[in-house]
Antibody, heavy 120, light 105 residues
Framework: QVQLQESGPGLVKPSETLSLTCTVSGDSVSGRSFYWSWIRQSPGKGLEWIGHIYYSGDADYNPSLKSRVMMSVDTSRNQFSLTLSFVTAADTADYYC????????????WGQGTLVIVSS | DIQMTQSPSSLSASLGDRVTITCRASQTISNYLNWYQQEPGKAPKLLIYAASTLQNGVPSRFSGSGSGTDFTLTISSLHPEDFATYYCQQSYRTPQTFGQGTKVE
């Protein structure tokens, strides 16, 4: 059974950098059939795809966030990570990691999510 | 970006009712349309992918149809655990985008 678990600070100050890690169990991030994705959900903007990364390190980001986002993958720890710089209150959201099938890009499964609040 | 519009935003239904949710894309997306269910406080769960393929373990009372720009999610007979919010997602073009959700209450 594939499981994903997000971890990271729940509170980030404005203008600082948000950093989250997703630990994968039951599958390998080195697999060639999947993208490893980040999605966020806020009351104001609904569900928003942030981007995804492939085992090779190739990544694709939402253009609306591209200037502030970076993703990485650590195959030795079976993890992948998200950093979002220069955060504002608008970045307050539940952040989810998810596995996406390469041939179709549907998300399954999802991590349980982690709430990140941007506030001083 | 491809805009996804769901209707209705919410609906009131009773146990045993047949429920239909519609999702419309702002441009053609072939069958690159996926449906998710989200219960309060939980992550979304994949129900249907490629417009009409039921994910493993999802009850057969759920079905999806459509192609191009117009898609439908149907629950044939509403069960207590089906009261939730449903989202469509297009995976035809990056950035993948979601509908605003339909709350079944």
């Amino acid at each position: 059974q594939v499981q994903l678990q997000e971890s990271g600070p729940g509170l980030v100050k404005p203008s600082e950098t948000l950093s989250l890690t997703c630990t994968v169990s039951g599958d390998s991030v080195s697999g060639r059939s999947f993208y490893w994705s980040w999605i966020r959900q806020s009351p104001g903007k609904g569900l928003e795809w942030i981007g995804h990364i492939y085992y090779s390190g190739d990544a694709d980001y939402n253009p609306s966030l591209k200037s502030r986002v970076m993703m990485s993958v650590d195959t030795s720890r079976n993890q992948f990570s998200l950093t979002l710089s220069f955060v504002t209150a608008a970045d307050t959201a539940d952040y989810y990691c998810a596995r996406a099938v390469q041939m179709g890009n549907w998300f399954d499964p999802w991590g349980q999510g982690t709430l990140v609040i941007v506030s001083s | 970006d491809i805009q996804m519009t769901q209707s209705p935003s919410s609906l009131s239904a009773s146990l045993g009712d047949r429920v239909t949710i519609t999702c419309r894309a702002s441009q053609t997306i072939s069958n690159y349309l996926n449906w998710y269910q989200q219960e309060p406080g939980k992550a979304p769960k994949l129900l249907i992918y490629a417009a009409s393929t039921l994910q493993n373990g999802v009850p057969s009372r759920f079905s999806g149809s459509g192609s191009g720009t117009d898609f439908t999610l149907t629950i044939s007979s509403l069960h207590p655990e089906d009261f939730a919010t449903y989202y469509c997602q297009q995976s035809y073009r990056t950035p993948q985008t979601f509908g605003q959700g339909t709350k079944v209450e």
